[in-house]
């Protein structure tokens, strides 16, 4: 059977994984185009207007996988670990995009709640793989290759690695090099991983900082044990799963790397992010750390975005110099 994957959303933190599995289990999976303004379009035409722009950008990825694909893989991502959840978007996607785009391929959609430990994730693999007929060895086997995947995968990201990259090096693509941060203005991009590794929505942020000279670091190279530290720093944690991956990322980013400076990439609409931001602005601030929040829409333009980070780097720069 030919799966389809879009390339947003998910894909950025757990595509490997289910590849992996449904490759096991001898499923061929095809993944949506990279972002373009078609994709941008076709998925402003289907959903409604006060959508965030990842859940637009998430139909024209479906839209471009219809008559290519067998079944189009939407997991509806209500919890991956106890007391948090994913933002209402994620957990009603799969309704959403059936009632929203006309001749939908059919949805796989899993149920993804894991309150009870991340250990339950095989109880939802084994019903997964049952659905698609496989038998129980085939599936403790695709399991084991999935997870196996899964943790070389995060592994590379919290080396250093940006997501495509570790894709390529785990397919044979490309050999790792170890990334040198010894100098240079360093700089945290931290928000949701579908928006800060989408170069299309962030019109090439990630590219232009690096042409800049400018070391850059994002949530996905913060380590989980290192994440967990700053757990229960604030009175009262968020609810939101990404949004406390960011918070926590933005304290260890403060606290024990020493960040030149902090960049926040935000949706226009994103209701978690409405407080996130905030809350980052003061810790940043407390920290005596520049801050900018950069956010996002389907009318945001690399010009204007790219003179914010030229004049944001040119100030990093002046204030090291005085220090
Ligand atoms: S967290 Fe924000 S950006 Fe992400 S899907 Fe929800 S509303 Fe959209």
Redesign the pocket.
Known sequence: MKIGYPATLTYYTHFLLWKSFFNSLGHEVIISPKTSKNILESGVKDTVTDA?I??KILHGHVSALKGKVDLVFIPRMVSIVKDETF?P??LGLPEMVQYSIENVPKILSPQIELKRGFWQIYKVLKSLGQQLGATKKEIYKAIFTAMKTQFKYEKLLASGFFPKEAVDIIEGNKIPVAKDFSNGISLAVLG?P??IYDSYITVNMLENLKNMGVNTWTCEMVPLRKQKKYRKVLPKELF?Y??NIVMRCTYYYLKDKRMDGIIHVT?F?????AILDKLMELECKSHNVPYLNITIDEHTGEAGILTRLEAFVDMLKIRRDLN
């Open positions: 965030c990842p859940i933002c978007k994620f949701y579908y928006q939101w990404y949004s949706a609409g994103c209701g978690p992010d």
